[in-house]
């Protein structure tokens, strides 16, 4: 069986097609959205269920939105692709946005030669959240590598990371894993910026446009300001991982999980 992995480290699909765009339309019942995960399945299970608590009094139409970053640096990178690839919990819509460690493993499962940019900043947690000892992938040559990631990672994460969209839009709000370029509109937005850009925590934007939700840059609490909200408490460092509720009519307000 040719799998997407074995056409990429072979010859074939050089080229990744533009990630998709979402737009919701309108605003759901209530709206979740998770910062980065980055390999902690077990404050995102802990997570989902409060979020599926607080939201048992609130009738159908509503939307979880995962910000990206599911793999690397924490312990269980393999086990947080499979159980998002599960249905959502309770009676939700889960949507899943790209981050730019899904962009770094692709690029490395494409091509896995070393140096790699993948590796240094957590990818060697996630070679062992599939049984893949990190010290004997580096020493193999570089198509052993290309077997070793195709005989290991499911089809299924591959084509679940490669069709990852880059953005979400609904009115008076987009939701992007790292961030967005003031004043510019959404449709031109670049994929490099959604996926890369950092925001200075203290930086104040005008307020003006939709208001831009991401994780990407870890801050110590969620962060409110005019057109900006941050969410990545970084739980694979800190245990606490955090959702931003919305809900039309009610002021933000967050739910998290911390360490056991």
Known sequence: MITRLTRLLFGKDRKAPRRPRVDLGAMPSALYVIGDVHGCL??????????????????NGKVIIMLGDYVDRGPSSAAVLDHLLQPPPGRFRRLCLAGNHEVMMLAHAEKPSLPS?????????????YGISPDRYVAAS???????LASHIPSAH???????????TMPGYVFAHAGIQPGVPVERQEE??????????????????????????????????????AVDTGCFATGVLTALRLVAGEEPRFLSVGPR
């Open 42 to 59: 077990d404050q995102l299970v802990r997570l989902e269920k409060r979020i599926v608590e607080d939201a048992a009094g609130i009738p």
């Open 117 to 129: 940019d993948w590796l240094v900043n957590g990818g060697d947690e996630t070679l062992t959240s």
């Open 142 to 148: 570089m198509r052993l590598r290309g077997q070793i």
């Open 158 to 168: 591959i084509d679940f990371l490669a069709t990852l969209p880059v953005i979400i």
């Open 192 to 229: 490099e910026d959604l996926l890369w850009m950092r925001h200075d925590p203290a930086a104040v934007w005008s307020g003006e446009g939709p208001t831009l939700v991401h994780g990407h840059t870890l801050v110590p609490e969620p962060l409110v300001l005019p057109g900006r909200i």
